[in-house]
């Protein structure tokens, strides 16, 4: 007789939805490869009456995802509601207080309570898989967690929100400008309604200390993360940019550095040839990189009810074969703090934009407060306007630690012809 995995599904919307089209039309695959017939027995969402467009009337119904996760005829309870609270967690709790393995993709409940339920799984036997909380359908939780474990990593960074990359993609493309590809987005459905988590870099974040935790076996520690969204990139940072060979794109890197481990997501200047340069559109990138297998590459979509799916499936079947593995790499307890680095200590390069008073002396005020503050020019660009008009001038500093960098850009805020706040963009040479 085949074994069988029973599974629970609580949230039924895009992935939900997704799940349970993918279960259905590719069962033949999943048992072939897992061994085990893969069967939904039961769902839970807000509106019974709603039409989903899958059949549901083979499954039994539940109002409370709590109750499901505990009563339902299931061996693993499949978390697709979201959030960071409320039912999603306290479902989650009971599921594993049950003794119940858990898939889910909530990156956000992962990204504050992780560290918790992985400890609650494995004091009740039991594991979570979260293959889709992190760049949706690029398989890079196994791959850290398997396909890479022989490696030390140094550094895992990437393109983690596909909503950020279509608004930085199309900006570029078409000069337009952030408002404008924004309201756009929202109207074909790129972007929610509400894309505050998105643009504002959260869900970004949220992802990438999920990465850092397996990386460098470390807690999830979602406030070491420093974030800044692309709310504030100009159409012309861009085209700069653009004139000195890089693109910006919204950058995760989990990066250990002699002061500690250093989690960012913010607005970042890459050369247009390397990998995450040449990643455009809603598509995320995961570069990481190991001791041993020096850089390794994934690209993929990030979101969507088939991507997503497929990442949830891929822990299903995972259980199927009964391979249950500790949460995050290692075993929770001995997962170490974060140890976060504070950006002040962070070494790189500068973009940095000034909108002066077009005045003899003003250029060479500039490059003495860099001078004084030890920043080095790298590039310049200023462009001429009439005498006594503002304009824009355009500098690529080298290296230099971001506390130094922000002093000098203190200074350079004072400066008489300064017109508007100094804009500094950090830049990568990936
Ligand atoms: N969408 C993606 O591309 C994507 C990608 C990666 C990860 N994720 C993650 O996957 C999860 C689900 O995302 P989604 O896009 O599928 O969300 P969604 O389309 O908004 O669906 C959420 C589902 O949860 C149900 N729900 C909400 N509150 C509930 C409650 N109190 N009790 C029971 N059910 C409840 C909703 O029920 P009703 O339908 O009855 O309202 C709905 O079916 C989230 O954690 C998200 O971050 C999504």
Request: charged share 20%.
């Amino acid at each position: 007789m085949s074994k069988e995995l029973k599974i629970a599904i609580a949230g039924l919307g895009t992935v939900g939805t997704g799940l349970i089209k993918l279960i259905n039309d590719n069962a033949d695959l999943l048992k072939a490869r897992s061994g085990a017939d893969i069967r939904i027995t039961a769902v839970c969402a807000r509106d019974k009456n709603k039409d989903r467009g899958v059949d549901l009337s083979g499954y039994e119904w539940f109002d409370d995802a709590s109750e499901m996760a505990v009563k339902a005829d299931a061996d693993v309870f499949v978390e697709l509601i979201g959030g960071t609270q409320g039912i999603a967690l306290e479902a989650t709790r009971a599921a594993l207080a049950a003794g119940r393995d858990v898939v889910t993709a909530n990156k956000a409940m992962l990204a504050f309570h992780g560290t918790a339920l992985a400890r609650l799984a494995e004091d009740n036997g039991c594991t979570i898989g979260f293959e889709a909380a992190v760049a949706g359908g690029i398989p890079i939780v196994k791959a850290m967690r398997e396909g890479l474990a022989g490696n030390r990593i140094e550094r895992v960074y990437g393109i983690l929100n596909g909503t950020c990359n279509y608004i930085l993609s199309t900006m570029e493309e078409t000069g337009r400008s952030f408002e404008d590809v924004l309201a756009e987005a929202q109207a074909e459905g790129y972007a929610e309604a509400d894309p505050a988590f998105d643009i504002g870099g959260i869900d970004a974040a949220h992802k990438l200390s999920l990465l850092a935790s397996l990386a460098f076996g470390t807690e999830v520690d979602f406030g070491a993360v420093s974030v800044e969204g692309i709310e504030r990139i100009e159409a012309g940072d861009i085209a700069y940019a653009r004139e000195f060979g890089y693109r910006i794109k919204l950058v995760g890197a989990a990066q250990q550095t002699t002061h500690g481990i250093e989690q960012r997501v913010h607005p970042c200047l890459v050369p247009q040839s390397s990998v995450i340069g040449s990643v455009g559109g809603v598509f995320n990138a995961v570069i990481v990189e190991g001791d041993a297998v020096g850089q390794a590459n994934f690209v993929g979509r990030g979101a969507g009810d088939g991507p997503t799916a497929s990442a949830v499936a891929a822990d299903i079947i995972d259980l199927a074969k009964g391979l249950r593995q500790p949460v995050f790499s290692v075993p929770a307890n001995s997962l170490k703090p974060s140890n976060p680095s504070p950006m002040s200590d962070h070494e790189g390069a500068y973009y940095l934009r000034l909108q002066v008073l077009d005045q003899p002396g003003v250029m060479a005020g500039i490059t003495v407060i860099l001078g004084e503050a030890e920043v080095s020019i790298d590039s310049i660009i200023q462009r001429s306007r009439a005498p006594g008009e503002p304009v824009p001038i355009v500098i690529l500093t080298h290296e230099t630690r971001e506390g130094v960098m922000m002093d000098a850009v203190a200074q350079l805020g004072k400066h008489p012809a300064m017109q508007e706040p100094p804009r500094l963009i950090r830049i990568e040479n990936f």
